[in-house]
């Protein structure tokens, strides 16, 4: 198998996550505190993300399924996503989501409905993208050491 | 500080990466670091005994945010040193009156981190 090739993939494919501004420097941040103590330390992070940000969105889609939209609980919901896409480097999603906070404050539940649809696209992108630099990683291994955290 | 040389960190957040990445910031210091998912939980650590010399305080949970959870602990007379960790800019003055000796905006790099642990002596 060709290592190499592979590594450039992952390479290339980790820049256009950064030059298509899916990723801001916050993942930076995050590929630092990888080291030899914790070699997975970022897939295991982004694995997490991914899981707690999908309970959190099946939490505001049951919340705008609702015949009375609670604005405030939707704000509350979108502000714990948006943190989370914070700390995670997550930039198109975290845009996306002050753009739902501001529709929650102006009532705006179409809108909500739009941003959210938005959100929940960008989402499905950056987890296909980001798994798909993770395998390569690990297929490019061994110098990386990439394996499949336990779960 | 609490009784021994280790720094003791108690992290409180609901977001489990966010408890992860702080988790793997702070071993970095070889510090003792306890985690728990909100303020209510938070405060039954202190009711516990538990001591603590350092609290990384988000401020959206459940059960109880930070701006409670702090305001809680100092009139509990608990001394230990609070950073509010929060991506909510405009809380900023409800955590420092309700008792936090620091706040900072999501996200935490490595940087703040160190330059926060160097303010309060946490680093030889």
């Known amino acids: 198998m060709d290592y190499v090739h592979l590594r450039r993939q992952a390479a290339s494919l980790r820049k256009g996550l950064f030059d298509q501004g899916y990723l801001d420097e916050q993942f930076y941040q995050l590929e630092d505190l990888q080291d030899d103590a914790s070699p997975n330390f970022v897939e295991e992070v982004v694995t997490l993300f991914f899981r707690d940000s999908a309970r959190l ?4 889609d049951q919340a705008l399924d609702k015949c009375v939209k609670d604005f405030n609980k939707l704000d509350v919901y979108m502000q714990q996503l948006k943190g989370s896409c914070t700390s995670i480097g997550a930039s198109r999603m975290k845009t996306d989501c002050s753009a739902f906070r501001e529709c929650c404050r102006d009532e705006n539940i179409e809108g909500c409905m739009r941003s959210f649809q938005k959100i929940k696209r960008e989402h499905s992108v950056l987890r296909q993208k980001l798994e798909s630099y993770f395998q390569l990683l690990r297929q490019a291994g061994p110098v990386e050491c990439a394996t499949r955290p336990n779960k | 500080m609490a009784s021994s040389q280790l720094v003791k960190v108690l992290i409180v957040d609901d977001d489990n990466f966010t408890r992860r990445i702080y988790k793997t910031m702070l071993f970095r210091f070889c510090f003792e670091i306890t985690e728990v998912e909100d303020g209510k939980n ?49 809380s900023k003055d409800t955590f420092m009156d309700a008792g936090a000796d620091k706040f900072l905006l999501k996200p935490l790099t490595f940087s703040m981190l160190t330059d926060i642990l160097k303010s309060f002596n946490f680093l030889n």
């Open chain 2, 42 to 90: 938070a405060i039954q650590q202190f009711v516990d005994g538990n001591e603590y010399d350092l609290v990384l305080m988000d401020k959206h949970m459940p059960n109880m945010d930070g701006v409670e959870a702090t305001r809680t602990l100092r009139g509990m007379g608990i001394p230990v040193k609070i950073v509010a960790i929060t991506d909510d800019a405009s």
């Open chain 1, 57 to 60: 969105m099946a939490n505001i």
